[in-house]
């Protein structure tokens, strides 16, 4: 018999990994939403659907069976201090505001924190560091993001992954980065008439933001300009991109990362949006 746990914000039980259209705070998907179940339903099901759609398929994909296994034995099996609470266990759709000036960029979801949460870098120290930093400098309307449901906006930003679902060592394989590549395409050609401005976290997300718009039809930089905290790129000719140090606990803790030079890039994204 399948164990139901209550949410931590509603109460409602779940199972985990969540199914989808039952319920979980801001669950894009509805019990019918298409599953993509290989690199060609991704293509697919990416092509011609709305932002909205598109986060409802993305949520329910399936197409890397070692993602599949890793992010759901997760949820089952959960770590001890989260052992009371259901975990989202499937792809993390992008979140925040649809018609964004600032546009995050990062690698993919933790294995504790979005994969238990159900929303991009929320529920670990990396979102913490992050959502304070945002919060700091006017981007978003408050300084946590502890789970989905908690009433926290972003203020004309929107984030997204590179990879959808949690990998294993947070390690993506080349081929389960270009399976999932066209829904961040297809998310970036949706969102690009308002975006001025992309934060990439960490080399990954600098190289995802430059392979995604080129694909949507931008013109990027060649030779490919190099990866740094507070590098600057323009992607065609009113898209400034800007590199961050990724958030990760290697980074902050050793202090390659300061709460400083975290704010200054999103003060610096603020600025020019």
């Known amino acids: ?3 139901l746990l209550p949410h931590p914000l509603t109460g409602q039980p779940f199972a985990s990994p969540v199914p989808a259209g039952t319920g979980w705070p801001d669950d894009p998907a509805a019990s019918g939403t298409p599953v993509a179940h290989d690199a060609d339903d991704v293509r697919r099901l990416a092509d011609e659907v709305d932002l909205a759609e598109l986060d409802a398929r993305v949520s329910v994909c399936s197409a890397c069976d070692r993602l599949v296994q890793w992010r759901e034995d997760v949820a089952r099996d959960k770590r001890a201090s989260f052992a009371d609470q259901p975990y989202w266990g499937r792809p993390i759709a992008g979140w925040g505001a649809e018609r964004p000036g600032v546009l ?3 690698l993919a979801p933790a294995a504790n924190g979005g994969n238990r949460t159900g929303r991009i870098f929320t529920g670990d120290r990396s979102g913490d ?5 945002l919060h700091r400098v006017g981007l978003a309307s408050q300084p946590t993001s502890e789970h989905a449901g908690d009433g926290l906006r972003l203020i004309d930003t929107r984030m997204v992954a590179t990879v959808r679902c949690a990998p294993p060592q ?3 394989t080349t081929q389960e980065r270009n399976t ?3 829904w961040i395409e297809r998310e970036i050609s949706l969102v690009a008439p308002s975006v001025r401005v992309v934060v990439a976290l960490g080399g990954y997300g600098w190289d995802a933001a430059l392979r995604s718009f080129k694909a949507a039809g931008f013109d990027v930089p060649r030779p490919k300009p190099k990866f740094g905290h507070g590098a600057e790129a323009l992607i065609g000719d009113r898209v400034t991109l800007l590199g961050c140090f990724h958030p990760s606990q290697q980074n902050t803790f050793t202090g390659k990362l300061t709460e400083e030079m975290t ?3 999103f003060r610096r994204a603020a600025t020019l949006v």
């Open 129 to 133: 560091w992050l959502f304070a930093s």
């Open 180 to 182: 999932c590549s066209p």
């Open 170 to 172: 947070n390690r993506p």
């Open 263 to 265: 704010d200054a890039v």
């Open 1 to 3: 018999m399948t164990e």
């Open 104 to 106: 995050i960029v990062g």
